[in-house]
């Protein structure tokens, strides 16, 4: 209703005036566009979220916000909100219903830099839901090798997956994994990393959009600009990865 709209109208001239002042301020050049959000090519290319023919299906519906365009350093930047969800009918005429179920709901980044990573590299958080995706995939010989690195702290919290897998042991280096582990107990949430030729892309899952304000909450509000101004600094610190 109303109040529905208002929170969204407050919502969108927050981020207008305030977000789109302090991502220049962090990364110098970057551009900010509260309507857009990271591209479904880029989605596909990461294979964090399915196969192409599987997204491209009309059953998946792809919406964002607070899209930013940016380098830190070389490594060129893009990263924005993002939420897939997945729409599923079941029965017919007047007894058919409709589900929605959610796919992901987070941020997701997309990292390029000159590094190429062997073969493709896909690291997921270890989840019950991931390991039993796992078995699935094994059973049926579909998706990526799942392999061990060896790191019995890096292996209990990630399940990590490769085209090549000698070549992938040795690019997760102790550093990258320490890396790995850092960023997931500094966002303390799930966390997957894709390595596809030149690009990292990460998934980070979030219940709410970060970048939205405390309703009705003055623009001013010193606390809040900060809040915003270190969520901009550890999205750059994701960039570490890709060097």
């Given at each position: 209703g109303l109040l529905f709209w208002l929170e969204k109208r407050?919502?969108?001239?927050?981020?207008?005036?305030?977000?789109?002042?302090?991502?220049?301020?962090?990364?110098?050049?970057g551009t900010y566009n509260v309507n857009d959000f990271i591209s479904f090519q880029l989605c596909v290319t990461?294979?964090?979220?399915?196969?192409?023919?599987?997204?491209?299906?009309?059953?998946?519906?792809?919406?964002?916000?607070?899209?930013?365009?940016?380098?830190?350093?070389?490594?060129?930047?893009e990263f924005s909100q993002l939420r897939?969800?997945?729409?599923?009918?079941?029965?017919?005429?007047?007894n058919s219903s409709s589900r929605t179920t959610e796919i992901f709901s987070g941020l997701f980044c997309s990292m390029k830099g000159h590094t190429y990573y062997p073969g493709e590299i896909i690291i997921?958080?270890?989840?019950?839901?991931?390991?039993?995706?796992?078995?699935l995939n094994k059973l049926f010989h579909v998706g990526l090798p799942q392999i061990k690195t060896g790191d019995e702290e890096f292996d209990s919290n990630f399940l990590s997956y490769t085209n090549n897998e000698q070549s992938a042991i040795l690019f997760l280096s102790d550093e990258r994994r320490k890396i790995i582990l850092?960023?997931?107990?500094?966002?303390?949430?799930?966390?997957?990393?894709s390595f596809i030729e030149k690009t990292v892309f990460i998934a980070i899952s979030m219940a709410e959009d970060n970048f939205n304000?405390?309703?009705f909450h003055s623009f001013l509000n010193i606390e809040s600009a900060e809040k915003y101004y270190h969520h901009l600094q550890k999205i750059a610190g994701l960039t570490s990865l890709a060097k």
């Open positions: 407050f919502c969108k001239i927050f981020k207008q005036h305030i977000i789109s002042q302090l991502v220049p301020f962090v990364f110098p050049g990461s294979q964090l979220f399915g196969t192409k023919d599987l997204l491209s299906s009309y059953r998946y519906k792809f919406t964002g916000s607070d899209y930013v365009n940016t380098k830190v350093g070389d490594t060129e930047l897939i969800t997945e729409e599923s009918r079941s029965g017919t005429g007047n997921r958080s270890n989840t019950s839901s991931e390991r039993f995706a796992g078995k850092y960023l997931k107990n500094e966002w303390e949430t799930t966390f997957s990393v304000p405390t309703i």
